[in-house]
């Protein structure tokens, strides 16, 4: 069993940064974040492989947001720049432990933590 703990929400101006903790106890293959909006779908926004090798972006959040893990600590994290009033959601991480279960997609995620609200105000 997998369990996932997200951290670092909070309230930002426009402009601002944040930085999202995500401990995970257990394996995992492949780590996500993953945001949802008041009255919108969710969104698959970055990822990262337990071997560092590769990450993907939402193209609305390339040269601002950046994944990173520290493994001796068994944490993901999002640092987000430059947020914008849309980056307002919901964030959660997730977790896989399995590389043909991370080949589902970021949305398919199997673990799931509680979510933590970022909010930016304008």
């Known amino acids: 069993q997998v369990q996932v703990v997200e951290s670092g929400g909070g309230s930002v101006q426009a402009g601002g940064s944040l930085r999202l903790s995500c401990v995970v106890s257990?394996?995992?293959?492949?780590m996500n974040w993953i945001r949802q909006a008041p009255g919108k779908e969710r969104e698959a926004v970055a990822r990262?492989?337990?071997?560092?090798?590769?990450?993907y972006y939402l193209e609305s959040v390339k040269g601002r947001f950046t994944i990173s893990q520290d493994n001796a600590k068994n944490t993901v994290y999002l640092q987000m720049n430059s947020l914008k009033a849309e980056d307002t959601a919901m964030y959660y991480c997730a977790a896989e432990p399995l590389a043909r279960t991370c080949a589902r997609g970021i949305l398919a995620s199997t673990y799931w933590g509680q979510g933590t609200q970022v909010t930016v105000s304008s």
């Open positions: 257990g394996l995992a293959y492949c």
């Open positions: 990262i492989y337990s071997s560092g090798a590769a990450t």
